[in-house]
């Protein structure tokens, strides 16, 4: 029998490897399944990773996707540092683009620039809104927040389908379920002619270096990294722990509803049935990549933004199914996890029992 030992000191410099090492072996799992799916190991590796960024407008796409996996990685990033385990990130996006769905809808006949930043702040109550009742329940009843966040995704899905279907639908929509298409002073101006890249790229970048200066150069940011390593430790010296778990559920929630938001005013133009492709659940793939860290989400959102192209890729060049692309992301996550227990811990055989 085996059993796991958790070593003395873990290497730090494997910690900041292992990303690189998942990676590879994802990529080396990944040649076994297409060979298993009789497909090309070379030319799916070429289609999923190297065509969809060979043109500028690829480029551009790159950045459509990570934006909201990039804004939300760095939020949870800095929630799991203090072991708050928000993982209805995914319904805080959509409560985002329900609230800044509905301030461009209220503009919809209006000009000015204030409308933009509005629509904005407006998404990012709606992610905070919710994102408190998770922070309220956990606070005030203890009750779990990975499930109660969970159950609130399904809630907000369901009040985003009632909406779409309802009060917010297009009275000349021939009766689809979709609303208005934005007017222009409601959408996000595009960084490069000829792509689809848009403002919200520069505030996920302002966001991730936010993070980082946030985790390390301010008290509250130790505060997070003490309460969540150490919180008997954090407890005694004063940190309050009610506290953590508002300000870790309430960023994560934020940024959350700001990646909502931004996907209506961005690449979407109107509210749709659906709105996101599961960037709220990938995002935890994001921090986990990234190391729990801000600048490292920021690097893990483009690589799980080039797995959702690659993805749509190699459906249309292969002829793969869709549902390659969470494949990979979740061997991906399973890679990380792995190394992780072999970083934390070494296996030895379990001695017998000397009766």
Same mark, same amino acid.
């Given at each position: 029998?085996?059993? =796991?030992?958790?070593?003395?000191? *873990?290497?730090?410099?494997?910690?900041?490897?292992?990303?690189?090492? #998942?990676?590879?072996?994802?990529?080396?799992?990944?040649?076994?399944?297409?060979?298993?799916?009789?497909?090309?190991?070379?030319?799916? !590796?070429?289609?999923?990773?190297?065509? *969809?960024?060979?043109? +500028?407008?690829?480029?551009?796409?790159?950045?459509?996707?990570?934006?909201?996996?990039?804004?939300?990685?760095? /939020? =949870?990033?800095?929630?799991? @540092?203090?072991?708050?385990?928000?993982?209805?990130?995914?319904?805080?996006?959509?409560?985002?683009?329900?609230?800044?769905? $509905?301030? $461009?809808?209220?503009?919809?006949?209006? +000009?000015?620039?204030?409308?933009?930043? !509005?629509?904005?702040?407006?998404?990012?109550?709606?992610?905070?809104?919710?994102?408190?009742?998770?922070?309220?329940?956990? %606070?005030?009843?203890?009750?779990?927040?990975?499930? %109660?966040?969970?159950?609130?995704?399904?809630?907000?899905?369901?009040?985003?389908?009632?909406?779409?279907?309802?009060?917010?639908?297009?009275?000349?929509?021939?009766?689809?379920?979709?609303?208005?298409?934005?007017?222009?002073?409601?959408?996000?101006?595009?960084?490069?002619?000829? +792509?689809?890249?848009?403002?919200? /790229?520069?505030?996920?970048?302002?966001?991730?270096?936010?993070?980082?200066?946030?985790?390390?150069?301010?008290?509250? &940011?130790?505060?997070?990294?003490?309460?969540?390593?150490? *919180?008997?430790?954090?407890?005694?010296? &004063?940190?309050?722990?009610?506290?953590?778990?508002?300000?870790?559920?309430? =960023?994560?929630?934020?940024? /959350?509803?700001?990646?909502?938001?931004?996907?209506? %005013?961005?690449?979407?133009?109107?509210?749709?049935?659906?709105?996101? *492709?599961?960037? &709220?659940? /990938?995002?935890?793939?994001?921090?986990?990549?990234? @190391?729990?860290?801000?600048?490292?989400?920021?690097?893990?959102?483009?690589?799980?933004?080039?797995?959702?192209?690659?993805?749509?890729?190699?459906?249309?060049?292969?002829?793969?199914?869709?549902?390659? %692309?969470?494949?990979?992301?979740?061997?991906?996550?399973?890679?990380?996890?792995?190394?992780?227990?072999?970083?934390?811990?070494?296996?030895?055989? @379990?001695? #017998?029992?000397?009766?």
């Amino acid at each position: 029998m085996l059993q =796991l030992i958790k070593r003395p000191s *873990p290497s730090k410099a494997m910690v900041y490897l292992s990303p690189v090492l #998942a990676l590879l072996l994802t990529l080396c799992a990944g040649l076994v399944l297409f060979s298993l799916m009789g497909v090309s190991p070379m030319a799916a !590796l070429k289609a999923f990773f190297v065509t *969809p960024i060979s043109t +500028t407008y690829g480029l551009g796409e790159l950045w459509v996707k990570a934006t909201p996996l990039i804004l939300i990685g760095v /939020a =949870l990033s800095l929630g799991f @540092r203090a072991g708050v385990w928000n993982i209805g990130a995914e319904g805080q996006l959509l409560m985002g683009g329900i609230f800044g769905g $509905a301030a $461009a809808l209220f503009f919809y006949e209006k +000009t000015g620039f204030y409308i933009l930043p !509005l629509i904005l702040l407006a998404g990012i109550l709606g992610g905070l809104f919710w994102a408190s009742i998770v922070a309220f329940l956990r %606070t005030q009843f203890n009750a779990n927040e990975i499930l %109660t966040s969970l159950m609130l995704t399904y809630v907000a899905s369901l009040l985003l389908s009632l909406l779409v279907h309802g009060p917010f639908k297009d009275p000349d929509g021939f009766n689809f379920p979709e609303s208005r298409i934005f007017s222009d002073s409601a959408l996000l101006p595009i960084l490069f002619e000829g +792509t689809r890249m848009h403002f919200g /790229a520069i505030i996920a970048v302002l966001v991730s270096l936010g993070g980082w200066l946030l985790l390390s150069k301010s008290l509250l &940011g130790y505060q997070i990294k003490v309460m969540g390593d150490a *919180p008997d430790a954090g407890t005694h010296a &004063g940190f309050s722990q009610k506290k953590i778990i508002w300000i870790a559920l309430l =960023l994560s929630g934020g940024a /959350a509803g700001l990646a909502g938001v931004i996907e209506l %005013t961005g690449p979407i133009g109107q509210i749709l049935p659906n709105i996101s *492709p599961g960037y &709220g659940f /990938a995002a935890i793939i994001v921090a986990y990549v990234g @190391r729990l860290h801000p600048i490292g989400a920021l690097f893990a959102g483009l690589l799980l933004a080039l797995s959702y192209l690659g993805g749509e890729t190699a459906q249309i060049k292969l002829n793969l199914p869709l549902a390659v %692309t969470g494949v990979f992301q979740g061997m991906l996550l399973f890679f990380i996890l792995a190394c992780d227990v072999f970083i934390h811990y070494q296996i030895k055989p @379990r001695s #017998a029992s000397i009766a």
